[in-house]
């Protein structure tokens, strides 16, 4: 259960802050940033694509995720390695970019504030 799942019950906005669309949104960050920095030169753009397919929710262990969040501090620190374990294991490359320049309080702010946008339209 989400902390702000009681107060959501009976809205929309409960799937709006869900746990998976939390961590979508972080994902969502992921996928753009590889994007963007392909478009800019940063990354090569053949990582672009392993990086952008791996960026699911549904593939995420939920359960590992939670438990190493409680060591990181936060969740975008194992996030970030699941995820590119699954990236290593398509393209060993690609998994060198993931994250690239970023840091984790990008991804987390990002994470928090994607559902919303998402849950009103704005994209």
């Known amino acids: 259960m989400s902390l702000l799942t009681p107060m959501l019950r009976s809205s929309p906005l409960t799937d709006w802050f869900s746990d998976a669309q939390r961590v979508q949104g972080m994902l969502d960050f992921e996928a753009a940033l590889a994007q963007a920095q392909a478009a800019?030169?940063?990354?090569?753009?053949?990582?672009v694509g392993p990086i952008v397919a791996a960026c699911r929710h549904e593939a995420i262990d939920f359960a590992a995720l939670g438990e190493a969040a409680v060591g990181a501090g936060n969740l975008a620190i194992?996030?970030?390695?699941q995820l590119t374990a699954q990236v290593k294991a398509q393209d060993p490359e690609a998994a060198r970019y993931v994250h690239w320049g970023a840091t984790s309080q990008d991804a987390i702010d990002?994470?928090?504030?994607?559902p919303a946008a998402r849950g009103?339209?704005?994209r």
């Open 40 to 47: 800019c030169g940063m990354v090569p753009p053949e990582a």
């Open 78 to 81: 194992p996030l970030v390695k």
């Open 110 to 114: 990002t994470g928090l504030v994607a």
């Open 120 to 122: 009103a339209g704005c």
